[in-house]
């Protein structure tokens, strides 16, 4: 049984991968009910009113399924702490699971065909004591949508978290720009896109406008992603 997957990583955190990652899965939703969400460890919980620990990163990817899965299939390993995954299990004196890392990923089998999995952080932020998501997605072999603030900085930061997906091997589908500040200056949320795409052969899939769901292109066209054809099968 395979998959057909992507991974959505960041630059940073909270450059709005669980946003992004959402999108994508509605996109999905509307031509097949068989797809799922997949965050392999998740760390940063608020408590409700019962005084129940709530991700809402796992909160949002649930809803926008199409589908009802439970919780510990779409994120089997949460902790409390706002820090790395690593240091958030250490601070309960607990430790990522490496192997539910990638095992985690077999329930999924033979229930959907196509599965977007949200990383934490960063390509480079650790995961567990031992592993960070580019060691993950060198196992599965997933394509990579690299998901961008469009700040101050984002040049920088998307180059090297391209270089450094490449220097692995990985394939890197594209570039997502998510404005994550209100009211920008309109002239630099297509500036950023068009610098970045004159340093590297990765194309810029789209920009998000500031709260917005719609993708759009550096001409302000909406732009048109297909998905599924982006993603590729792992044997896993």
């Known amino acids: 049984m395979k998959l057909n997957g992507l ?14 990652s959402s999108l994508i899965i509605q996109q999905l939703a509307a031509l097949t009910e068989r797809v799922g969400a997949y965050k392999p460890v998740c760390s940063g919980a608020s408590f409700n009113s019962q005084g129940e620990p709530v991700w809402q990163d796992v909160v949002e990817l649930k809803t926008s399924l199409p589908k009802e899965y ?16 690593s240091i958030a299990a250490r601070a309960e004196q607990k430790r990522v699971d ?10 999924w089998q033979g229930q959907v065909d196509y599965l977007v999995l949200e990383g934490a952080g ?4 650790p995961l567990s004591d031992a592993h960070n998501l580019a060691d993950m997605a060198e196992i599965i072999r997933f394509p990579i949508v690299i998901v961008a603030p469009n700040q101050v900085g984002v040049i920088n930061h998307t180059l090297l978290t391209v270089e450094a997906a490449k220097s692995r091997g990985l394939q890197v589908a594209g570039i997502i720009m998510n404005t994550v500040q209100p009211d920008p200056e309109t002239l ?13 052969d990765v194309p810029i899939l789209g920009i998000i406008p500031y709260a917005s769901e719609m993708m759009l292109q550096p001409n302000g066209h909406p732009a048109t992603i297909d998905w599924m054809k982006l993603m590729s099968r792992t044997g896993l």
């Open 188 to 200: 630099l949320e297509t500036m950023h896109a068009e610098e970045i795409a004159l340093r590297t």
């Open 122 to 125: 960063g390509l480079l932020s």
């Open 98 to 107: 490496d192997r539910l890392l990638i095992g985690g990923l077999k329930v």
């Open 7 to 20: 991974i959505i990583t960041g630059t940073d955190t909270d450059v709005g991968k669980t946003y992004v």
């Open 70 to 85: 439970p919780q510990d299939w779409i994120c089997p390993q949460r902790f409390l702490a706002a820090y790395a995954p």
